[in-house]
């Protein structure tokens, strides 16, 4: 079986470098054989606001909830955005707040302070382009963007391994 992929798109125009690099990494994928789809987020109608944090409920728009059907079908994650201000840009973290749910990307367990990761058993790649030297993001900023979203999103879901670029 062919490895399926999913290319998410965080830059929110589709004529960037970021649409490149991910317009060449699916080339790259299906002639290695691999089924790959691409979520653009730019091209999405959803609020990228979670309006009450976790203590509402804010229905999901269509968009969203066929990006969470896309996760759940991937056996592997590529994320390709900007560092901006040191991290992701605003869509991509509002399209995070708004798909990685309680109940769809993890889940507390009753009457503890563990979780259950509930997006266990895929891989991710982070394609990060700066505009900062990448020592300076490392030693001088500490990367806060890549820990994000390595760390406290994808490998807090079950996400793992997460390799950076």
Known sequence: MAQRILVILGHPSDDS??????????EGARSAGAEVRLLALGALAFDPLLHAGYRGNQPLEPDLQAAQAQITWA???VWVYPTWWGAMPALLKGFIDRVFLPGFAFKYRQGSSLWDRLLAGRSAELLVTMDSPPWYYRWVQHMPGHHQMKKTILEFSGIRPVRVH
């Open 75 to 77: 056996g592997h994650l």
């Open 17 to 26: 470098l970021c649409a490149a690099l991910a317009q060449s990494y699916m």
